[in-house]
C-alpha cells in the first residue's frame, strides 16, 4: 500500500469534488445502514494530509444515531457511468465525528459553502442540522478505465 505522501499526484482528487457520498454505518443492534449525503472535502490537500469529508444530517436520523453509539463508518464516492468500463470511484473506511461550534466548525462551513453556495439561503435549515466531519483511515481508488480490476490504496495513522 501506498503511503499519501509516495504519490504526488493523488488520481482520486477530482472524486472529492463529486457531490454525494454514500455512508454506511452500523447501529447498535449491529444492523447496517446506508445514506446518500451531499459532502465536501477539505479545500487544500498538502501531500500527506487526510482529506476530511464534511456533511450536514439531521441528529435523529439513522445514521447520526448510529454515529453516537459507534464512531466507525465506510463511505463510497462514484460518478453514474453505464459500461464496466468506466467505473470509478472511492472506498473508504474512517471516523465520523460531530463538530461543535468553533474555528473548526467555520472551517468546515466555509468548506461546504464553497462547494454548495445555495446553503447560504438555507440557514434555517443548517441550524436543524448537524455538521460532521468523517476522516478516512483507509482509501481504495477503484478505477476500470486503467485496467479492469485496478485499486490503488492509502492507509492513514
Given at each position: 500500500m501506498a503511503s499519501p505522501a509516495a504519490t504526488e499526484a493523488r488520481p482520486f482528487e477530482d472524486l472529492l469534488a463529486l457531490s454525494t457520498l454514500?455512508?454506511?454505518t452500523?447501529?447498535?443492534?449491529?444492523?447496517?445502514?446506508?445514506?446518500?449525503?451531499?459532502?465536501?472535502a477539505s479545500l487544500s490537500l498538502a501531500p500527506g494530509e487526510?482529506?476530511?469529508?464534511?456533511?450536514?444530517?439531521?441528529?435523529?436520523?439513522?445514521?447520526?444515531?448510529?454515529?453516537?453509539?459507534?464512531?466507525?463508518?465506510?463511505?463510497?464516492?462514484?460518478?453514474?457511468?453505464?459500461?464496466?468500463?468506466?467505473?470509478?470511484?472511492?472506498?473508504?473506511?474512517?471516523?465520523?465525528?460531530?463538530?461543535?461550534?468553533?474555528p473548526e466548525w467555520e472551517t468546515a462551513w466555509a468548506c461546504y459553502l464553497a462547494k454548495f453556495p445555495f446553503v447560504s439561503g438555507l440557514k434555517d435549515v443548517v441550524a436543524q442540522n448537524a455538521l460532521y466531519v468523517f476522516t478516512p483511515q483507509w482509501?481504495?481508488?477503484?478505477?476500470?478505465?486503467?485496467g479492469f480490476g485496478f485499486k490503488q490504496e492509502w492507509t492513514f495513522p
Open positions: 454514500t455512508l454506511a452500523c447501529g447498535p443492534d449491529g444492523e447496517p445502514h446506508a445514506a446518500a449525503v451531499y459532502f465536501a487526510l482529506p476530511q469529508l464534511y456533511f450536514f444530517s439531521h441528529p435523529d436520523s439513522q445514521h447520526s444515531r448510529d454515529i453516537l453509539a459507534n464512531p466507525r463508518a465506510a463511505a463510497a464516492c462514484y460518478p453514474e457511468c453505464y459500461d464496466w468500463e468506466d467505473i470509478r470511484g472511492l472506498q473508504m473506511r474512517g471516523h465520523v465525528r460531530q463538530l461543535a461550534p468553533g482509501l481504495r481508488l477503484v478505477d476500470n478505465r486503467r
